[in-house]
């Protein structure tokens, strides 16, 4: 068969578009709403069947179906335009309503590498490595996140518990500490913006203080600075009104008197928090006095919990590893 670009050469411009419409010896035009060949491999992995990942002692991270099609939905937008930053991260974020966190690491790889000063890809993969277990990754992404976005809080927050849960209670204490200082800070309210928390929301905003006023309580309790534990306890109204973040706060109201600790280990039915959340409050309080046969077993019943995205089922993942000797040295 002669070649196409001989024919061109010579033949009639008309004919040569003829046969370029033909296709000879090219291959077909790409559908634009064909998806790229890397996320339709994305799209064939089974979440019921492979692993997200492995836990710190081996046992395999399983996702859910998305029963709902947000994962489809967003998927057939990115398609559209598959190196749009915000496209990408949205793809990425909704895999986290079904615990497909591996795929959504891939998706924030790629908007980094299309948009590597943008501090959203690195914030989610920061937080998605932390829900695998891979403790560096996170602190590594959320390291970066923080250069890119030094006001924001759910950076600071992210990258505070990442260093919590790797064993680094101190850093995890002066990070939290960072972020709460900035609450009446200019710059800080300056950077608020849609879509974007400052840490000026801890003054402006009781959820969001209450959830990080409750893990700088944990982190500052195990690095022994009680003092500033208690000051931070003495500055929190008693009376807040919390809807959401129902847990830490209750938590709180521990640490400051006011509820038992056998209270919160047995919630009802209308308890509005997970014993994994509320209940590693009281592990880590143990821990840090020194009690830790108690703890142990505390932090024993909340691995039974089959929610192993939450923060405290991680926690308590990360505290028996080391525990037991496979995290220490």
């Given at each position: 068969m002669v070649r196409f670009?001989?024919?061109?050469?010579?033949?009639?411009?008309?004919?040569?578009?003829?046969?370029?419409?033909?296709?000879?010896?090219?291959?077909?035009?790409?559908?634009?709403?064909?998806?790229?060949?890397?996320?339709?491999?994305?799209?064939?992995?089974?979440?019921?069947?492979?692993?997200?990942?492995?836990?710190?002692?081996?046992d395999p991270l399983m996702a859910q179906v998305d029963e709902e099609g947000r994962i489809a939905a967003a998927d057939e937008a990115l398609a559209a335009d598959p190196s749009d930053p915000d496209l990408l991260i949205a793809a990425g974020r909704e895999r986290r309503h079904s615990w497909q966190y591996a795929p959504a690491i891939e998706l924030y790889t790629r908007a980094i590498e299309v948009a590597p000063d943008d501090w959203r890809p690195w914030r989610f993969r920061g937080h998605r490595h932390l829900s695998l277990r891979n403790f560096d990754g996170a602190i590594s992404d959320l390291e970066r996140a923080r250069e890119l976005a030094p006001m924001n809080w759910d950076v600071a927050y992210h990258l505070a518990l990442a260093y919590f849960v790797a064993g680094d209670h101190e850093a995890a204490a002066n990070e939290y500490l960072r972020?709460?200082?900035?609450?009446?800070?200019?710059?800080?309210?300056?950077?608020?913006?849609?879509?974007?928390?400052?840490?000026?929301?801890?003054?402006?905003?009781?959820?969001?203080?209450?959830?990080?006023?409750?893990?700088?309580?944990?982190?500052?309790?195990?690095?022994?600075?009680?003092?500033?534990?208690?000051?931070?306890?003495?500055?929190?109204?008693d009376d807040l009104e919390i809807t959401t973040n129902i847990a830490y706060w209750e938590n709180l109201r521990l640490h400051k008197g006011l509820v038992e600790e056998e209270v919160l280990l047995d919630p009802g039915e209308d308890a509005g928090y997970r014993l994994e959340t509320v209940g590693f409050g009281v592990a880590n309080r143990w821990l840090a006095q020194g009690d830790t046969a108690r703890a142990v077993e505390l932090l024993d019943r909340l691995m039974e919990d089959e929610w192993w995205p939450g923060f405290g089922r991680i926690a308590a993942e990360a505290e028996l590893w080391r525990i037991r000797g496979e995290g220490g040295s």
């Open positions: 670009a001989l024919l061109s050469a010579t033949l009639p411009l008309a004919l040569a578009v003829v046969l370029a419409g033909c296709g000879v010896d090219e291959p077909p035009a790409e559908s634009p709403d064909r998806a790229p060949d890397w996320l339709a491999e994305l799209q064939r992995h089974d979440p019921l069947t492979e692993p997200q990942g492995f836990s710190l002692f081996g972020c709460l200082a900035l609450a009446d800070d200019e710059d800080a309210r300056a950077a608020e913006a849609p879509g974007f928390r400052s840490c000026s929301a801890n003054a402006d905003d009781e959820e969001s203080l209450v959830a990080m006023a409750e893990w700088t309580v944990r982190a500052l309790m195990r690095t022994g600075r009680d003092e500033e534990a208690q000051a931070l306890l003495d500055e929190i109204p």
